[in-house]
């Protein structure tokens, strides 16, 4: 078994210790154990340290069998020697205060509002807990976030205890435990009572602060993100950066921010409706044009043309304009667009030919698909062929 340094003392940057076993996962991933460590491995929701082991890399530190795996870049030569660990300060004292944290916002939660946490996600950037109600109101997350930061503020004692199950039952814990033996609480008196097996500063002040950011109902749960310690500072830097960009391009101090931006996003939906409109009138003057340039066949007039990156949707307009204005018109309109053909056949009130059965024949010669009735038909399909082909083979059909 090996002697857990970070339970004695959850401030140990560095120790010395022997090697008690080096082999490699299955994977392949060379493993150290230690006669002692400080590196905490995964678990309890706490991401694993990293750091070093003499010089080599620790990159990941997992618990396995119940042996304490410190997995390094290259394994060592010499095994008999004292080697020197070094944790990743930094790394390990953000943890620290996000966990201690999330204990706090838990417990603030249950305090006020009678809501459990049921699971805790410990991210690179942001931490979760999910809490067991299926609202959240404004209102109720700020009094959370107050009352949390009263905690840390009030400079309370961090105490982890390791209690006997009879010694546990005397404690209002938050949560039931989930071990039965080796049972460690951690306890912020007259405030929280919680089984944990992390590592936690010793007082609450050293979670500097805690913001709640964002919720969002998952189906039975609501789940809260926030941030503590140092991570506070970091989520201010990010959105102060992006509010200075923004306030030049909106024109507009930050306080204002919300209601330029409705303003802008207003004028462009205004600009897309004017766009929309001034593009129907002038596929309306394009129809009127088409109409004029009719050939007689049989009963009916033709008006024909190939289009260049035109979409169908525009293609269908022009033919219904065409075919309402030229009740004798039968309109067969191609698009060439890079490499498709699209193609729409349309017939006006008085023209009896098929367009779905015409489209039918056409179709199928270029590999392309579609549908529609009797007097308006439409498809598309591989550039086979040029759209004047395509247009030449329709007119024959009509004949
Ligand atoms: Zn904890």
Not at 18 to 34: M, N, P, R, S
Not at 193 to 215: A, E, M
Not at 364 to 382: L, M, T, V, Y
Request: proline content about 3%.
């Amino acid at each position: 078994m090996t002697h857990k340094l970070y339970y004695e003392d959850s401030y140990m940057k560095s120790f010395s210790a022997k090697i008690t076993k080096q082999a490699q996962d299955e994977t392949g991933q060379w493993f150290v154990t230690l006669d002692q460590t400080a590196f905490y491995p995964t678990g309890g929701g706490q991401p694993h340290d990293t750091g070093t082991l003499n010089d080599t890399n620790v990159s990941n530190v997992e618990e396995i069998d119940g042996e304490i795996r410190h997995y390094i870049d290259s394994p060592f030569e010499n095994l008999d020697s004292e080697i020197r660990g070094v944790i990743d300060w930094s790394r390990r004292f953000d943890h620290m205060q996000q966990h201690a944290g999330q204990h706090i916002l838990s417990a603030a939660f249950e305090e006020l509002l009678d809501f459990q946490t049921i699971s805790f996600h410990l991210g690179t950037e942001v931490l979760t807990i999910d809490l067991e109600t299926e609202q959240l109101t404004e209102e109720q997350a700020r009094k959370a976030e107050e009352r949390a930061n009263e905690i840390i503020l009030e400079n309370r004692p961090i105490q982890p205890t390791w209690v006997s199950p009879e010694e546990a039952a005397n404690y209002p814990l938050r949560k039931q435990l989930s071990v039965t033996e080796d049972i460690r609480l951690v306890i912020i008196p007259d405030y929280d009572y919680n089984g944990c097996g992390g590592t936690h500063p010793s007082t609450t002040s050293q979670v500097g602060s805690l913001k709640i950011l964002d919720w969002e109902r998952q189906k039975k749960k609501t789940r809260v993100q926030f941030v503590c310690g140092n991570r506070v500072l970091t989520q201010l830097g990010q959105k102060q950066k992006v509010l200075k960009a923004l306030s030049p391009l909106l024109n507009a101090p930050e306080g204002d921010m919300v209601s330029a931006t409705q303003k802008l996003l207003i004028a462009a939906k205004e600009k897309d409706k004017a766009l929309e409109e001034a593009k129907e009138a002038l596929l309306k003057y394009e129809a009127m044009e088409l109409l004029q340039s009719g050939t007689q066949l049989n009963e009916q007039t033709v008006i024909s043309n190939v289009f260049q990156n035109r979409t169908i949707q525009e293609l269908q307009k022009l033919g219904r304009i065409i075919t309402a204005e030229g009740p004798n018109c039968v309109a067969i309109l191609v698009s060439e667009n890079d490499d498709k053909l699209q193609l729409v056949c349309a017939r006006g009130g008085n023209v009896s030919i098929s367009m779905k059965k015409l489209i039918g024949e056409l179709l199928p010669q270029i590999n392309g698909k579609g549908g529609g009735n009797d007097s308006f038909a439409q498809g598309g399909g591989e550039a086979k062929i040029l759209g004047q082909e395509l247009l030449d083979r329709a007119l024959k059909l009509l004949c």
